[in-house]
Nanobody, 126 residues
Framework: QVQLVESGGGSVQAGGSLRLSCAAS????????MAWFRQAPGNEREGVAG???????SYIDSVKGRFAISQDNANNTLYLQMNSLKPEDTATYYC????????????????????WGQGTQVTVSS
């Protein structure tokens, strides 16, 4: 059974940082593309950052230069380092696994992902 479990969310002030983690069981990260999505109340789910099995990454424009996605294949853990957080980053963040042979095109297309975590809340206050 595949499980993706996010952690690391919380409440911070604008300008602060958080690091999200996603621990996987039942899959091997190196065989999938991985991504972080987020959804704020009243908004659609959007792709934030994605990474292929070869380390190629993609980011939504609003987080470029502030967020960094990485993965530790040995420990089957995905990370999202979030710096210079803004109130508009407030959302529930989900990790996801999918693709074929470790690749997703586009990396931030939700339809490419078929395993999802339960989400972790990130709240940024001004």
């Amino acid at each position: 059974q595949v499980q993706l479990v996010e952690s690391g969310g919380g409440s911070v002030q604008a300008g602060g940082s958080l690091r999200l983690s996603c621990a996987a069981s039942g899959i091997t990260y190196s065989n999938y593309c991985m991504a972080w999505f987020r959804q704020a109340p009243g908004n659609e789910r959007e792709g934030v950052a994605g990474i292929d099995s070869n380390g190629g990454t993609s980011y939504i424009d609003s987080v470029k230069g502030r967020f960094a996605i990485s993965q530790d294949n040995a420990n089957n853990t995905l990370y999202l380092q979030m710096n210079s957080l803004k109130p508009e980053d407030t959302a529930t963040y989900y990790c996801a696994a999918g693709g074929r042979d470790g690749y997703c095109y586009p990396r931030l297309g939700a339809y490419n992902y078929f395993y999802w975590g339960q989400g972790t809340q990130v709240t940024v206050s001004s």
